[in-house]
């Protein structure tokens, strides 16, 4: 069973351009978290999924950042128009019954 | 407003010792915690955790110790080892919410050989 994939590993953007952050969970995994973390700094709750819903976006920007958990395919976190702040250390986690977390490895980005 | 707090940023133990690391909470709904294990680079991985129902919980060298009426939870590992060498973050949830998790700063461990 693999554990949560995530990918790409490292992005780099030009400000002002889309950052797509994917995230496979678990197999049987149906809760999906995006987190962020910046430097020096723990990790901030962003989103919480199941499939084809959103369940708490709480931790979200209100702007430029949204996220999807379609019925196929990876959980997605888009961010657009991206700005020299939103560069730090994304990562997701899965879990099937929203107890422990599983963490992915994280993707960091990184806008120049 | 850190609703999970990791006071110690740092903490050098020598192998073979105890290493207790500390974590404090201020929201009363929380009755779900847990602790993860970060290497620089890699995603955090899940350690151990303790529903609010209990006061311990023990996994080979690592125990955690809840005091609700403190609102404090520790990690015991014993003995520490070089590979413990980390950093180590405590979440919190709230079980009848959305389970989404409030992770404190996290405390690097040394483990010194």
């Known amino acids: 069973n693999a554990g949560v994939m995530q990918n790409p590993r490292h992005l780099v953007r030009r400000r002002g351009q889309e950052a797509r952050l994917r995230c496979s969970p678990m197999k049987g995994h149906s809760h999906v978290y995006w987190y962020r973390q910046l430097p020096e700094e723990g990790l901030k709750f962003m989103v919480y999924l199941q499939k084809e819903n959103i369940i708490d976006e709480s931790g979200m920007p209100k702007e430029r950042f949204s996220a999807e958990f379609p019925k196929e395919g990876p959980s997605i976190l888009r961010i657009q128009q991206v700005v020299r702040g939103d560069s730090a250390a994304y990562f997701c986690a899965s879990s099937p019954t929203a107890t422990e977390a599983f963490f992915g490895q994280g993707t960091r980005l990184t806008v120049v | 407003d850190q609703q999970v707090k990791q006071n110690s940023p740092s903490l050098s133990v020598q192998e073979g010792r105890i290493s207790i690391l500390n974590c404090d909470y201020t929201?009363?709904?929380?009755?779900?915690f847990l602790w993860y294990k970060k290497y620089p680079a890699e995603g955090p991985t899940f350690l151990i955790s303790?529903?609010?129902?209990?006061d311990k919980n023990e996994d080979g060298r690592f125990t955690v110790f809840l005091n609700k009426s403190a609102k404090h939870l520790s990690l015991h590992i014993v003995p520490s080892q070089p590979g413990d060498s980390a950093v180590y973050f405590c979440?919190?949830?709230?079980?009848?919410?959305?389970?989404?998790?409030?992770f404190g700063t996290g405390t690097r461990l040394k483990v010194l050989a």
């Open positions: 929201n009363s709904m929380f009755d779900y």
């Open positions: 979440a919190a949830s709230v079980t009848s919410g959305t389970y989404k998790y409030i």
């Open positions: 303790i529903s609010s129902i209990k």
